[in-house]
């Protein structure tokens, strides 16, 4: 599934729409360069999910949590540097817990090591400044519904 968006709110709201078919338990993992629009489409996510607290770049904290619909743990990898680093942080527990929502931006990092079923969402800059491609793929069977979901209810 492809799409297009043209502004950071464009984003934004795909993010939020994204949200309104996440189920508890999903793992998302956001890829794209610095700058691409991975938070934005956390915060998108974040505000469809009724966090009321301010989503931010998890960068330097490396994890933040907030509360929603479900509890969401928001990881940004981009300063790890091996993948042992992942369990020190605690990563794979949180990964695995049923109940809530787990985000990753720049998963790419750790590729190997992320679980196997999980949400994959590539941002990449179009021609200008503003566009952006969005490309969402699934991995393991039961993501595969929220794909088909979130096409429909998102036209290109
Ligand atoms: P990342 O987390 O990927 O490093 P951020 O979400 O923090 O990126 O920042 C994305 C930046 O790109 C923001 O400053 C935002 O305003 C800008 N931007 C411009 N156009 C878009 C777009 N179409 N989608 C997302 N972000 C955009
Ligand atoms: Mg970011």
């Given at each position: 599934?492809?799409r297009?968006t ?9 993010g ?19 700058g691409?629009?991975?938070t ?38 981009y ?7 992942l ?9 695995g817990q ?24 590539r ?16 991995t ?5 519904s929220?794909l ?9």
């Open positions: 599934m492809q297009k043209s502004s950071p709110e464009e984003t934004y709201a795909f939020k729409a994204a949200a309104e078919k996440i189920k508890a338990g999903m793992l998302i993992c956001l890829e794209g360069d610095l691409a629009g991975k934005l489409f956390a915060r998108g996510l974040a505000e469809g999910l009724h966090v009321k607290e301010e989503v931010t770049s998890p960068t330097f904290a490396i994890m933040n949590v907030y509360r929603g619909d479900f509890t969401i743990y928001h990881f940004d990898l300063r790890l540097e091996s993948p042992e680093e369990s020190d942080i605690g990563f794979y527990e949180y990964a049923e109940d809530c929502v787990v985000v990753v931006e720049w998963p790419d990092k750790f590729a190997q090591e992320m679980p196997r079923h999980a949400v994959w969402i941002i990449e800059r179009g021609e200008s400044d503003t566009q952006r491609l969005i490309t969402i793929r699934s393991g069977d039961e993501y595969r929220f088909k979901e979130l096409d429909l209810s998102c036209p290109s």
